[in-house]
């Protein structure tokens, strides 16, 4: 369900409009008659792959991973590794 507000009522009746998001009702305000915004319930998402730390212990970056022996010589002169 949807419900409409200008922009004036959704201002002085704020609460009530954050109300019927959290109940799961989308709020469309409008200006002039014209749709201007849409309001609706914030997901948080909970995705483990944003967390810090989240590939601790699963990789190893090995000490001499940028030194030029560990890359041929055209590799390391396009990557800028030496000149």
């Not at 022996?69 to 990557?79: D, I, K, Q, S």
Request: charged share 30%; glycine share 10%.
């Amino acid at each position: 369900m949807f419900l409409e507000y200008t922009v004036t009522d959704a201002k002085a009746k704020f609460s009530e409009v954050i109300s019927h998001v959290v109940k799961g009702d989308r709020v469309i305000v409008t200006k002039n008659g014209i749709p201007v915004a849409e309001i609706i319930e914030y997901e948080q998402k909970k995705d483990a792959s944003k967390r810090l730390g989240f590939a601790k212990g699963e990789v190893h970056i090995p000490d001499d991973f940028n030194s030029p022996g560990g890359w041929g010589e055209e590799t390391a002169r396009a990557l800028g590794i030496i000149e």
